[in-house]
């Protein structure tokens, strides 16, 4: 399967602790998103990456909240001191973000990494 | 800035019956549209996409899905619905950098 595929897929963790989360996307495509999805809502934009640069970040994304994309590949997303407010599926995307339809490029979706905080 | 509204949270139809879902949308540029699916547990999955060829999208699973300018609707419809077609489905709209979704619409398919 040469999807996007994300790690772990389920994370329960206690208020105050750190988690991290990795995403390997498709392998072609050099752009990179993160969105968060709670309960009867549509996705909500995080952040992208276009190749190993941090291109975008959502003012959802808090201080608590880190992103890396170190070679250009595959990305974690850290969120330290977890809130009870932080429970929610944890999406990644990838596209091609080259050529003149980039802005009509779709996304391709992971399966999601979903946080319960307790 | 680009928006999507889609009306309607819960639509319920029988199986057979037309599917119509509602989404509404709001861009200062030309805008680029996608129907996205998302069965339980998991993420979505692109249904179709409209970017400024032709009006009327098909897409998979036999949905299509017409753009309306003067309306500035890009609604989703199906013919007969089935059973299989149970989810939530959203409707989106490309910004410059990321895609902005609606609450979504979840669709049951009564027997």
């Known amino acids: 399967d040469t999807g996007v595929s994300q790690d772990p897929r389920h994370k329960i963790t206690k208020r105050g602790q750190n988690v991290t989360f990795r995403c390997d996307p498709i392998s072609e495509h050099n752009r990179l998103y993160w969105y968060r999805q709670t309960l009867g809502q549509g996705p909500e934009f995080l952040t992208y990456f276009q190749n190993e640069a941090q291109l975008e970040k959502s003012r959802l994304l808090s201080d608590r909240f880190s992103a890396e994309r170190p070679k250009g590949s595959f990305s974690t997303l850290e969120i330290q001191r977890t809130e009870q407010g932080d429970s929610a599926m944890y999406l990644c995307?990838?596209?091609?973000?080259?050529?003149?339809?980039?802005?009509?490029?779709?996304?391709?979706f992971g399966p999601g990494t979903r946080l319960t905080v307790l | 800035a680009q928006s999507v509204t889609q009306l309607g949270s819960h639509v319920s139809v029988s199986e057979g019956a037309l599917v119509l879902l509602r989404c509404n949308y709001s861009s200062s540029v030309p805008p680029y549209l996608f129907w996205y699916v998302q069965y339980p547990n998991q993420g979505l999955q692109l249904l179709l996409k409209?970017?400024?060829?032709?009006?009327l999208v098909k897409g998979i699973n036999g949905f299509e899905a017409e753009f309306k300018k003067s309306e500035t609707s890009f609604h989703l419809t199906k013919p007969s619905a089935h059973m299989s077609d149970a989810a939530e489905y959203f409707c989106?709209?490309?910004?410059?950098?990321?895609?902005?979704f609606g609450a979504g619409t979840r669709l049951t398919v009564k027997p």
């Open positions: 409209y970017t400024s060829a032709a009006t």
């Open positions: 995307a990838s596209s091609l973000g080259t050529g003149v339809l980039k802005r009509g490029n779709e996304q391709f």
């Open positions: 989106a709209v490309s910004g410059n950098n990321d895609m902005r």
